[in-house]
């Protein structure tokens, strides 16, 4: 049974930083990738950023330069460093991996 478990949401001032982690079990990271998503009120999930098993990553647009992820293999968990955060940050964020979710770690940046 794989499972996800994000931690690490907070309250937090614009232009401020938190770092997401997502514990995974029942998968190793070192043959599956992890995506993150997140989702604001009353709007879509969207896709935030991933790594591949091999460390490869990728970010959307809006958040590239400020967000970085990573992954510790040993711990088997994900990781995401958010930098010079911006009120429109704010959501719920979950990783997913192999058609798998966590329950999502809520977000909150104040102007």
């Known amino acids: 049974q794989v499972q996800l478990v994000e931690s690490g949401g907070g309250l937090v001032q614009a232009g401020g930083s938190l770092t997401l982690s997502c514990a995974v079990s029942g998968i190793s990271l070192s043959s599956t990738a992890v995506d993150w998503y997140r989702q604001a009120p009353g709007k879509q999930r969207e896709f935030v950023a991933f790594?591949?098993?091999?460390?490869?990553?990728d970010y959307a647009y809006f958040v590239k330069g400020r967000f970085t992820v990573s992954a510790d293999k040993v711990k088997n968990t994900a990781y995401l460093r958010m930098n010079s955060l911006k009120p429109e940050d704010t959501g719920v964020y979950y990783c997913?991996?192999?058609?798998?979710w966590g329950q999502g770690t809520q977000v909150t940046v104040a102007s």
């Open positions: 997913n991996t192999s058609d798998y």
């Open positions: 790594i591949t098993s091999s460390g490869n990553t």
